[in-house]
């Protein structure tokens, strides 16, 4: 192609040109970084928990008056025997925070018992027996707890250390890297042997370092209800309402005057959901911007290419006339458009990284993956050459006879 | 000459509907973004306690035992009870309560039990916040030192019990035991619910409200964040090493201010002398707005949001440069003949910007239609300030400066290349 005359003409419509170039640079750096937020934002929503969401529902009960910590406890007995009786119901367990919940617990973890030695906060899920088997946790080394192993939490808050504990993997490999946990010996609750290494096992909520998130211990701990939230694990994930129904009328009918209400009530599903709504929102205000900001620079490019092929209505007709064809002109403004187009990308891609670089600084973002910058490009190459195809083919249809005429 | 300008500027945006349309458009949707988000912010970020924020303080001091004491680290935003305690004893400031939220089931005549959120607090809770109260009034500090069972209640729950008619002297039942009612609020607006932020920012206030010694007797359940180090079997006794309590101070003057900080390190260096720790402690007194800043109350989504409206306004701004100049280099001719006949430069290039300005208005018009629809998006949003964002006088009138001056911004260039137009050469060539 005629690169050169392309270039000689630009040359001679410098501002305009700069203008172009400087809009799509713009478009290119904000779009491929609103997009990696989007991509980041998404792939955070689709954090697995390590726990078998699609069959887990969970019933918070709320004491009315206080009891004696045996009343509440042999209430909790019934209460779980009444809800392993709900048809449907596959499993029930106590639990001291929930996934995707309000609270929550941890306690400073280190190697040794020197209040000196480093630690780090880790949360702890404290439950009774079932608890492993509703969450449907995946064991991937070492065992689970034995029934003598559970203590009651006033036997705990009396000072009873020394219980076992099972770790998350991530857990296990930042304390014992290369090495396997079973055996070693934790320091939260007093001495705590490591028993048991579960494959995943996550925060209810993010809480301190990023990269902490699937940090997560168990302790064997019979808790009372008004202090846990319990857990039914159903058959059929379609059975979950028709569980909660159960659920509900099963504590209402048996136990003393209680706060038991529909609204502390869930699936985890729907939990997820919850805690995941700003992150969906922002994306699909990320994804909304993006979409104005392309129509916005298509019109732009509409805008100014129009004026051009307006400018050069003469010189268009003389081309024409001295042998030039339709599909010339056509080719002209379309090679224009993407040399133009090009330019404006390659300093989008410095904009983007420059961006990115501010985020990283202030948003807690990870780097920007090369990955975004070509899909960033090939969305302005793709919008450039829409845009300029209406005014391209106006320019196309000048006939050669308005060389001779002055307009 | 204005007028003349302004026809000129008129008769040329009709001669091009659909540039004029797109330029107008351009600045509305950049307009419409920007002022969304900075409305958002506006809100987010404003003081929710106007003239008095800067008397109340936040007190944060680190009295951690040794061996929990890590040089550099945040002071802490809780105190323990013991400490909470002994200032709110010392009263050396005009006021001061302590404080923590909770919540508790009240039992309702007809009806399910109900889970209400309280404040466990002290009396001058109510004179300090300017807490409006509708019938009776909030309790005394004899009432604090006496632990007497009496509580203040929301409006709102006094609809639900009583039927909205002045329930002073009527008991809430709480479980087994009952709290005397002594006062019942009137409409509190005020958003971020800055006394306490550990239980969501934003939303309704506590619907009870009850003396922390009375609280503490009752067993009634905390919520919020408690730290404690150590073995603790009670995390809520007088000695436990618990933070769990928000404390914060009147002070009047700032020579007070200034008195009252020396209290603290006074106090802080008791502590230390007493054997409780050998470090030399941290203090901080923040008032209100230094206190949302440090606490990040306005999230950094919305932070975010901002800048990518700013980069969008700009994006816009760029392309209307470029319609701008396309269309006054469309009339060469014309403004060759005006130059001609003998328009100065200047007079070109104010035209030009005169037509700037109007399409920067219509665009304003427009953009403000665009942020109403934005309000109405960002209040179905599901975060818990939704409700509360509006744009006020001082948002409408920023939209249009901003439209106006992001328009004149606009037409500085191409109104340049406009008056740069030689009258020889355009006219010849039309």
Redesign the interface.
Known sequence: MHFRHILSALRRHR??AS??V??IA??CA?VCN?LF?IGHRLERMQRPTGVDEAHLVEVGV?????GSAEALMAQTRTDLAALRAVPGVANAAIVNQTLFGH?ISFSGVSLSDD??APSIPVTQYMGNAPLAATLGLKLSAGRWFKPDEFVSQSQL???A?GIPVIISRALAEHFFPGQSAVGKTLHA?GANHVVGVVQRLVQPRDYGAAGHYDYAMMFPVNESYPHGTYLLRVKDSAQRQAVIQGALHALKVDGP???I?PKDVTTLQAARA?YY??DR??AW??AG?RL??LL??T??IV??T??WV??RRRQIGIRRAIGATRSDILRYFQVENFLLATAGIVLGMVLAYGINLV?MA??ELPRLPVIYLPVGALALWIIGQLAVLGPALRAAAVPPVVATRS? | MFGYYLDLALRSLRRNKVLTALMVLMIALGIGTCMTTLTVMHVLSGDPIPGKSARLFRVRMDVFPDAQFRPGEKTPYNLTRRDAEALLHDARADRQAMMSAGSMVVIATQGDPLNVEARYTSADFFPMFDVPLRYGHGWSRDDDAAHARVAVISGELNEQLFGGKDSVGETLQVGNQGLRIVGVLGDWDMNPRFYDLSNGQFGDSEQVFVPIATALDMKLATSGSTNCWGNVSDSHALDAPCLWLQFWAELDTPAKAVAYRQYLLNYIALQQKAGRFSHPGQLELLNVMQFLDAKGVVPSDVRLQVWLALGFLGICLLNTVGLLLAKFLRRSGEIGVRRALGASRRAIFLQCLVEAGVVGLAGGVFGLALAGLGMVLVRHQPTDYAAFIHMDLRMLLATFVLALLSSLLAGLLPAWRAMQVTPAVAIKSN
């Open positions: 501002i305009a203008l172009l400087l809009e713009f478009t904000v609103a937020i709320r004491s009315v008056a206080p609270s209040s000196k808050d009396g000072g250390g609750f005057l209680r706060l209400s919850r709504r700003n929102a922002m205000l990320l911007v104005l900001l916005v620079t019109v732009g805008g100014l129009s004026f307006a400018q985020l202030h948003y307009v």
